[in-house]
C-alpha cells in the first residue's frame, strides 16, 4: 500500500466512526448544538491541533493526513464509547441519563467486517508491521 492509500484509508475509518456518532446523538437526542457535545467538539479540536498542528504539515509531509484522522477516529470512538455508557434500561435510575431502547444498533463497539483493505482497523494493522 502506498502512503496515499493508507490515508484514504485512514480517512474512511474516520468518515465511519463519525457516521456512528452521529447516528448515536440522534439516538440519544442530542443535537449538535447542544452545549455538551460543542464542548467535546472544542476538546477534540483542540487536541488535534495541539498534536498535529498546522505548521507541521510541511515538517510531516505525506504521512500528516494519516495521522491527523487516525487521532480524530481515536477521539470519536472514545465519545462514543463515553456516550453509550450512559445509555440505560428504563427503570435503571442510576445508570445514565437517558432510557433507550438497547437493542443492538451498531455502536457496541463491535466493528463491522468488510472485505476491502479498508476495513475496520486496517490503517492501525498495516502500521503495526513498520
Known amino acids: 500500500m502506498t502512503q496515499r492509500?493508507?490515508?484514504r484509508?485512514?480517512?474512511?475509518?474516520?468518515?465511519?466512526?463519525?457516521?456512528?456518532?452521529?447516528?448515536l446523538?440522534?439516538?440519544?437526542?442530542i443535537s449538535r448544538d447542544d452545549p455538551a457535545q460543542k464542548a467535546w467538539e472544542a476538546y477534540?479540536?483542540?487536541q488535534l491541533a495541539a498534536l498535529y498542528p498546522q505548521e507541521d504539515i510541511p515538517i510531516s509531509g505525506t504521512v500528516y493526513p494519516m495521522c491527523f484522522a487516525l487521532l480524530k477516529k481515536?477521539?470519536?470512538?472514545?465519545r462514543i464509547r463515553d456516550l453509550n455508557a450512559l445509555k440505560t434500561q428504563e427503570?435503571?435510575?442510576?445508570?445514565?441519563?437517558?432510557?433507550v431502547n438497547n437493542k443492538d444498533n451498531g455502536l457496541s463497539g463491535k466493528s463491522p467486517t468488510t472485505?476491502?483493505?479498508?476495513?475496520a482497523g486496517?490503517?492501525?494493522?498495516?502500521?503495526?508491521?513498520w
Open 5 to 7: 492509500d493508507l490515508n
Open 9 to 23: 484509508c485512514a480517512g474512511k475509518e474516520l468518515g465511519n466512526a463519525e457516521l456512528k456518532l452521529e447516528k
Open 25 to 29: 446523538l440522534k439516538q440519544l437526542g
Open 44 to 46: 477534540r479540536d483542540a
Open 74 to 78: 481515536t477521539l470519536t470512538e472514545g
Open 91 to 99: 427503570g435503571d435510575v442510576c445508570g445514565g441519563y437517558r432510557a
Open 115 to 119: 472485505q476491502n483493505a479498508c476495513g
Open 122 to 129: 486496517a490503517t492501525e494493522k498495516m502500521l503495526s508491521h
